[in-house]
């Protein structure tokens, strides 16, 4: 078992930046390749970003890419999502969740993930 719980989210003017934060405990968290979702009120949720188990890749979904960037610190067991030039379309809950896979084809799809967290809220007022 991984538990994950993140944290960071909060309300911020469009153009402003946020930072999340995903810290895992349970099963070695450096053999997971790790991914933060998002899912706004009405909508499906959405691949954000991920990261592979040594944080040599990194993947982004084509709305935030530019913007967004995800990182981990296997050290720490955490990993970080730092989001700038926000909108107002980013408003959502945003997921960490952590996979087993390496094959970075399964990243942007939640149903490879074994583990979530709770979610955290990110508001962006226009």
């Known amino acids: 078992q991984v538990q994950l719980v993140e944290s960071g989210g909060g309300l911020v003017q469009a153009g402003g930046s946020l930072s999340l934060s995903c810290a895992a405990s349970g099963r070695p968290f450096s053999r997971h390749a790790m991914g933060w979702f998002r899912q706004a009120p009405g909508k499906e949720r959405e691949f954000v970003a991920a990261?592979?188990?040594?944080?040599?890749?990194?993947y982004y979904a084509n709305s935030v890419k530019g913007r967004f960037t995800i990182s981990r610190d296997n050290a720490k067991n955490t990993v970080y999502l730092q989001m700038n030039s926000l909108k107002p379309e980013d408003t959502a809950v945003y997921y960490c969740?952590?996979?087993?896979?390496?094959?970075?084809?399964?990243?942007?799809?939640?149903?490879?993930?074994?583990?979530w967290g709770q979610g955290t809220q990110v508001t962006v007022s226009s």
């Open positions: 969740a952590a996979t087993p896979r390496t094959a970075s084809t399964y990243y942007v799809t939640g149903a490879s993930y074994n583990y």
């Open positions: 990261i592979s188990s040594s944080g040599g890749s990194t």
